[in-house]
T-cell receptor, first 112, second 112 residues
Framework: AQRVTQPEKLLSVFKGAPVELKCNYS??????LFWYVQYSRQRLQLLLR??SRESIKGFTADLNKGETSFHLKKPFAQEEDSAMYYC??????????????FGKGTLLTVNP | DTGVSQDPRHKITKRGQNVTFRCDPI?????LYWYRQTLGQGPEFLTY????????KSRLLSDRFSAERPKGSFSTLEIQRTEQGDSAMYLC??????????FGPGTRLTVL
């Protein structure tokens, strides 16, 4: 069974401070990991995926298979980063990935 | 707007009534997904289609739930004999094969 754990429901930091949103996963194969973000009154949207190894809006995430973690980091938080962040995992079946398993989400608040 | 659209955005119904939701995916996306999200939880997978074929259904999808995707374009999700526990946000997502899922705004169902 696949599972995603986000241990923090709420995270509050000050503008300019570093931020790390934790994500741990459980999956027997080789998963693909994602971070999705939902800003206030907007739809869920992809922030980044581990396979592309990109930095989006200053955020990065490294897949650590040994620790089964995919923590999201940003060195200097901005007020516009305030949002709900979901870590998600996609398993593989028949040679392609499909359904996403989400964590419960972390609400990030960046204070001025 | 070329994104995923869902209709209606809100639905209030009485227990025991039937409801139907519609999802219009991004044009030419052959995969379509339904998720359900309750308060304090991340989205949970319900079912997915590749073109018109429904390839997987979650155990969350009881016999009262049925989904269709005629002609591989829009999809409908019907809930028969609604119960208060069905109150949730119902999300639709679409993707090209094996790629990023793009989410719609969701339909919020309230069962009184």
């Amino acid at each position: 069974a696949q599972r995603v754990t986000q241990p923090e429901k709420l995270l509050s930091v000050f503008k300019g401070a570093p931020v790390e949103l934790k994500c741990n996963y459980s999956y027997s194969g080789s998963p693909e990991l994602f971070w999705y973000v939902q800003y206030s009154r907007q739809r869920l949207q992809l922030l980044l995926r581990h396979i592309s190894r990109e930095s989006i809006k200053g955020f990065t995430a490294d897949l650590n298979k040994g620790e089964t973690s995919f923590h999201l980091k940003k060195p200097f938080a901005q007020e516009e980063d305030s949002a709900m962040y979901y870590c998600a995992l996609s398993g593989w079946s028949g040679g392609s990935n499909y359904k996403l398993t989400f964590g419960k989400g972390t609400l990030l608040t960046v204070n001025p | 707007d070329t994104g995923v659209s869902q209709d209606p955005r809100h639905k209030i119904t009485k227990r025991g009534q039937n409801v139907t939701f519609r999802c219009d995916p991004i044009s030419e996306h052959n995969r379509l997904y339904w998720y359900r999200q309750t308060l304090g939880q991340g989205p949970e997978f319900l079912t997915y289609f590749q073109n018109e074929a429904q390839l997987e259904k979650s155990r969350l999808l009881s016999d009262r739930f049925s989904a269709e995707r005629p002609k591989g374009s829009f999809s409908t999700l019907e809930i028969q004999r609604t119960e208060q526990g069905d109150s949730a946000m119902y999300l639709c997502a679409s993707s090209p094969t094996s790629d990023t899922q793009y989410f719609g705004p969701g339909t919020r169902l309230t069962v009184l």
